[in-house]
């Protein structure tokens, strides 16, 4: 893997070179300062699915754009052929950018593409991105951790967390913040095994949705209400759930103001589109 710090020449060399980047969990604003980089530079763009449509402006006018995102239970653009597509560009002495939701190498096969860019022998590199992890937390102000409460979090997929073999009773032992990846539609079934599995009913539970997007939600709960199908998502953007005593703890409410980007070298001057304000909601 090329070093990150020495990034490709202003003229792509004969093997061309490919930049994993992590497009953060929302607005582009909170894209990183070497992200916003590689895609100033990219030839070929190669979008997830779920991108801010904002992030259309950041994209050079010269730049070749091929969708290949991924979501579940809707057409999407085989794994084999976005690597095909990275390896051939790169190939033909593009610099390539995969902009890729959250963070590359949480939950966003990033390691696989990785794996298949050494595999054809084409340099690359992997610039990390703020994960929904971080941004769903902020969202709903909540802790993942809290000193002389938590100290520990634990990151599930929950999309096939009920299919694959589990200490429940470990899972529900007090104390760690759980965060559940793509769980929204497993989520009453989650519940109920951690019940089964001596949880307390009325262990918070905080179900956020598009996190730092224009439709974002955060709705509050507890394991009970979870289970009984009665937390169910508002919107058909990504969510992201977190459990535990950590999660209950009410932050104090914060704005989001609309910072324009600055104009640099880095970036362009006009602003970004606003992300709408989010919806609150106990349940």
């Given at each position: 893997?090329?070093?990150?710090?020495?990034?490709?020449a202003?003229?792509?060399?004969?093997?061309?070179?490919?930049?994993?980047?992590?497009?953060?969990?929302?607005?582009?604003?909170?894209?990183t300062v070497?992200?916003?980089?590689?895609?100033?530079?990219?030839?070929?763009?190669l979008?997830?699915?779920?991108?801010?449509?904002?992030?259309?402006?950041?994209?050079?006018?010269?730049?070749?754009?091929?969708?290949?995102?991924?979501?579940?239970?809707?057409?999407?653009?085989?794994?084999?052929?976005?690597?095909?597509?990275?390896?051939?560009?790169?190939?033909e002495?593009?610099?390539v950018?995969?902009?890729?939701?959250?963070?590359?190498?949480?939950?966003?096969r990033?390691?696989?593409?990785?794996?298949?860019?050494?595999?054809?022998?084409?340099?690359?590199?992997i610039?990390?991105?703020?994960?929904?992890?971080?941004?769903?937390?902020?969202?709903?102000?909540?802790?993942?951790t809290?000193?002389?409460?938590?100290?520990?979090?634990?990151?599930?997929?929950?999309?096939?967390?009920?299919?694959?073999?589990?200490?429940?009773?470990?899972?529900?032992?007090?104390?760690?913040?759980?965060?559940?990846?793509?769980?929204?539609?497993?989520?009453?079934?989650?519940?109920?095994?951690?019940?089964?599995?001596?949880?307390?009913?009325?262990?918070?539970?905080v179900?956020?949705?598009?996190?730092?997007?224009?439709?974002?939600?955060?709705?509050?709960?507890?394991?009970?209400?979870?289970?009984?199908?009665?937390?169910?998502?508002?919107?058909?953007?990504?969510?992201?759930?977190?459990?535990?005593?950590?999660?209950?703890?009410?932050?104090?409410?914060?704005?989001?103001?609309?910072?324009?980007?600055?104009?640099?070298?880095?970036?362009?001057?006009?602003?970004?589109?606003?992300?709408?304000?989010?919806?609150?909601?106990?349940r």
């Amino acid at each position: 893997m090329i070093h990150p710090d020495r990034p490709p020449a202003a003229t792509p060399s004969p093997e061309g070179f490919v930049s994993l980047v992590g497009a953060g969990p929302g607005h582009p604003d909170l894209l990183t300062v070497r992200g916003l980089r590689r895609i100033e530079a990219a030839d070929v763009i190669l979008p997830d699915a779920l991108l801010h449509p904002g992030f259309a402006q950041l994209f050079p006018a010269g730049a070749l754009v091929i969708p290949a995102g991924k979501r579940c239970g809707r057409p999407s653009t085989p794994q084999e052929q976005i690597h095909d597509l990275m390896i051939h560009h790169a190939r033909e002495g593009a610099r390539v950018v995969r902009l890729k939701n959250g963070d590359p190498l949480t939950f966003g096969r990033g390691h696989e593409e990785a794996q298949a860019l050494a595999a054809a022998g084409v340099p690359f590199e992997i610039v990390p991105g703020v994960s929904a992890l971080q941004a769903g937390a902020a969202a709903a102000g909540l802790s993942l951790t809290h000193r002389g409460l938590t100290d520990e979090v634990r990151i599930l997929e929950g999309h096939h967390l009920l299919d694959r073999p589990r200490d429940w009773t470990d899972l529900a032992a007090p104390g760690p913040t759980l965060v559940l990846f793509m769980a929204t539609r497993a989520l009453p079934g989650i519940a109920q095994r951690l019940l089964a599995a001596g949880a307390p009913p009325e262990l918070p539970v905080v179900l956020v949705e598009d996190a730092s997007g224009p439709g974002e939600t955060v709705t509050r709960s507890n394991l009970a209400f979870a289970a009984a199908g009665r937390l169910q998502p508002q919107t058909e953007g990504p969510g992201i759930v977190y459990l535990g005593p950590a999660a209950g703890l009410r932050s104090i409410p914060h704005a989001y103001p609309e910072l324009p980007l600055t104009a640099s070298p880095l970036s362009r001057p006009e602003r970004l589109p606003r992300a709408a304000g989010g919806r609150r909601t106990d349940r």
